[in-house]
């Protein structure tokens, strides 16, 4: 039987098209649960496989016969499988007055200046802007970027090392302006 007829005859509550199901699909249920729970006792991935199983017989009637069965299957199976690693290695609470790591804080602030670079290089005049970001977001060669924008490849060399000059010049605070 295929998936869509047996997830019909699911949805009027049949135990066969259950067992069926249980039997086509836990190698690949299990396959989803061991990436997260591959380091812990059998009992674990069992458990989170038989829980999986449990929510697809609970959530029989939310399901679309004409849908593939196999990704609701898989992110339920993951979200099993994280509960079950919750529940195995509990944290302990982190107080509301604790600062942000640093590390967090960096990313942050990375973040930003990534954002104000971008919007310093959306700002340049053209061709710097186009010539910007071919080469350095696109990764394309400049002799080709040159012979497109049809400018000679000393005019560019010398276009994006201005440019270079004027965005440090900007970011580094320079003409007022303000990161983040």
Request: glycine share 6%; aromatic share 8%.
């Amino acid at each position: 039987m295929d998936d869509k007829t047996l997830i019909r005859k699911l949805q009027k509550g049949s135990a066969g098209a259950l067992e069926s199901l249980i039997h086509r699909y836990t190698p690949y249920v299990s396959a989803c649960a061991y990436r997260h729970l591959g380091h812990l006792p059998r009992e674990e991935l069992e458990e989170a496989v038989a829980d999986t199983f449990v929510e697809l017989w609970r959530h029989a009637a939310d399901l679309n016969p004409e849908g593939s069965l196999r990704p609701w299957l898989g992110t339920v199976a993951a979200n099993k499988a994280k509960n079950r690693l919750r529940a195995y290695f509990p944290t302990a609470p982190i107080p509301d007055d604790t600062p942000a790591p640093v590390d967090i804080q960096r990313q942050t602030e990375e973040q930003e200046t990534q954002e104000a670079l971008w919007r310093l290089v959306d700002g340049l005049e053209e061709p710097e802007r186009t010539l910007f970001l071919r080469y350095y977001y696109e990764g394309e060669k400049l002799k080709t970027i040159a012979s497109e924008l049809e400018m000679n490849l000393s005019t560019a060399k010398t276009k994006l090392r201005r440019g270079r000059s004027f965005l440090r010049e900007m970011i580094q605070g320079k003409e007022g302006v303000e990161l983040g």
